[in-house]
């Protein structure tokens, strides 16, 4: 049997963590994990805690940690990330999701080595310009992300091409914008999680929920649409990307298909066996400047690219959420 070692940054977060689930299931891979686990009870380890993986570093030991070992690595999987869209402190963004993707993308090229990496829906701003997923360098500069973090993760795309254009990039580069996803391992996000698990404990218990009322004229109370991706297609992206090393490029993640959050929480409902139970509340102020009243990833590119299986319909994702995962007394992939 032939051994693979694939590093994952980011890997015990709530993405990361389901992508090492899935490279774990193929006896041949040896995966390592980048990452901080906090506090114990906070149970961000065990978002890990059925994955065999091979070894465990700690992000400030990453480049000594490959400077001993990287000659074993051929693919990194960079997941790590400051993903809070209301971080304050935009010093950290920049550091953690514009700096440490670049010296990652350097250490790739230089070496001969693989890198998969995350970007953000949120590069797309207000949506004002499509969400088409094209990735040439005057489509990528013509966007206007809304925050920070979109901003840093924009920066970093815009990066990866002209680099790449250069003639300086990893032996396979992808970054991949993700839209909203959900599902298992996201419960250490605390008020980042997806809606689905924020209101499951209320659902669980019998009462009803309230979403943020639109302050948007075009759009209904609930009526805010995403594209709501699971996690399991996710991961299922990344691995055929790590059997396929001949695919580059930025490409949009999502289902495809822009679904409202009412939809979104009628089928957590529907999960659970219940009937709805929705009202709604104010906006907070400090989000409404920012706030994407609506995002769909056009998928055209990733298709193009050879990626064949059917995305998770929004009812079924959920479906598989909360009977799988949440209803559970282990709730963790």
């Known amino acids: 049997m032939t051994r693979r070692t694939v590093l994952v940054t980011g ?12 490279l774990c299931e193929d006896p041949a891979i040896d995966v390592v994990v980048c990452d901080r686990l906090r ?30 070992r990287g000659g074993d690595v051929e693919l990194v999987i960079h997941m790590g990330a400051v993903s809070s869209t209301t971080e304050p402190d935009a010093d950290k963004i920049i550091q953690s999701n514009f700096v440490l993707s670049r010296d990652l993308w350097e250490w790739c090229a230089e070496h001969g080595r693989r890198l998969i990496y995350a970007s953000s829906a949120a590069t797309y701003g207000d949506g004002s310009l499509g969400f088409d997923g094209r990735d040439d360098i005057e489509s990528l500069k013509a966007l206007r992300p809304l925050n920070a973090y979109g901003w840093s993760k ?5 990066y990866a091409v002209r680099e790449a254009s250069r003639g300086r990039a990893p ?27 924020q209101i499951w404990p209320k659902v669980a218990a019998g009462d009803g929920v309230k979403l943020f009322k639109s302050h948007h004229p075009d759009y209904a109370d609930g009526g805010q649409l995403r594209d709501f991706v699971y996690v399991r297609d996710v991961a299922d992206i990344v691995g055929w990307l790590s059997d396929n090393p001949q695919v580059n490029g930025v490409y949009n993640l999502g ?3 822009a679904r409202a959050f009412k939809d979104l929480a009628e089928a957590t409902f529907r999960a659970a066996g219940q009937r709805p139970d929705i009202s709604y509340v104010d906006m907070p102020e400090v989000l409404r400047g920012k706030y994407q009243y609506f995002t769909e990833a056009n998928m055209d590119r990733l298709r193009a690219a050879g990626y064949v299986a059917p995305m998770t319909s929004l009812e079924d994702g959920v479906e598989d959420y909360v009977a799988g995962f949440l209803a559970t007394d282990d709730p963790y992939r």
């Open 171 to 197: 032996l396979q580069w992808a970054g991949l914008k993700f839209f909203n996803v959900y599902g298992p391992n996201e419960d250490h996000k605390d008020r980042m999680k997806s809606v689905v698990a």
């Open 255 to 257: 289902s495809g298909r």
């Open 11 to 22: 890997g015990a977060g709530f993405i990361g963590s389901n992508i090492v689930a899935r």
């Open 39 to 68: 506090e114990a009870d906070s149970g961000k380890w065990r978002n890990l805690a059925k994955s065999p993986i091979a070894d465990f570093v700690a992000p400030e030991d990453l480049f000594a940690w490959l400077a001993k």
């Open 154 to 158: 924009a920066l970093f795309d815009i």
